[in-house]
């Protein structure tokens, strides 16, 4: 289930299920939505990231979902794996002339063996 | 060589001192970044170069000054800062220019940062 609050949401699933991370996005005109993986203790690593003029772009066992009616994004992970425990980020692309990551609220994926 | 290398890992200083923390790169990327990240919250984004020029600037303040004395090298200065300025800072880079627009920062795995 989920929790929010003083803690960091939390996503708790088991080995081998299929996991949904849900994020929103405040900025109509970002270009790029992007999903970083962080793990205890090291930076944020880029997962998969979708162009503002698509709707879905798949990875290896990642999908990334894009609906900018709602601004809304998600994180599909395929047969969720031990090694898929972490901190999950979602990010947007400001747009402008350089590059200009805003990070949106973490979900801490718990993968139960 | 596909690493962002930060130095030092951990860094202890009082309000008074003056230190700095650096990060290198060496995939000819010509964008690097500085973020701070408290503990259970995203990275927030405080300064950006693109070809060695400072073109972000997220109102940080002044205790914190960025240099990018090469393509490959970031530097943030650190001078008076308060008990709430500690963090993990993080460095990142990127592919600039035309064409290269995306998402994809390559980061280091940070500096922890205690002020006492």
């Known amino acids: 289930g989920e929790s929010v609050g003083l803690h960091l949401p939390t996503l708790s699933v088991q080995e081998g299920d299929n996991s949904i991370i849900n994020c929103a996005y405040s900025n109509s005109a970002s270009d790029y939505f992007i999903w970083y993986k962080q793990e205890s203790g090291k930076g944020p690593q880029f997962i998969i990231d979708?162009?503002?003029?698509?709707d879905k772009r798949q990875g290896q066992r990642v999908t990334v979902l894009l609906n900018k009616t709602v601004k809304h994004l998600s994180l599909q992970i395929a047969a969720t794996q031990p090694g898929d425990s972490a901190v999950y980020f979602c990010?947007?692309?400001?747009?402008?002339?350089?590059?200009?990551?805003?990070f949106g609220t973490g979900t801490l994926l718990a993968v139960q063996p | 060589d596909t690493e962002v290398t930060q130095t030092p890992k951990h860094l202890v200083m009082g309000m008074t001192n003056k230190k700095s923390l650096k990060c290198e790169q060496h995939?000819?990327?010509?964008?690097m970044y500085w973020y701070k990240q408290k503990a259970k919250k995203p990275p927030e984004l405080m300064f950006v170069?693109?070809?060695?020029?400072?073109?972000i600037n997220e109102s940080v303040p002044s205790r914190f000054s960025p240099e990018c004395p090469n393509s490959s090298l970031l530097n943030l200065h650190l001078h008076a800062l308060q008990p709430e300025d500690s963090a993990l800072y993080l460095c990142a880079s990127s592919q600039e220019g035309q064409g290269a627009r995306t998402g994809e920062l390559f980061f280091g795995e940070g500096s922890r940062l205690t002020v006492l």
């Open positions: 995939m000819g990327h010509r964008a």
């Open positions: 170069y693109s070809y060695e020029k400072l073109s």
């Open positions: 990010a947007e692309n400001y747009g402008g002339a350089t590059n200009k990551l805003i």
């Open positions: 979708i162009r503002s003029n698509m």
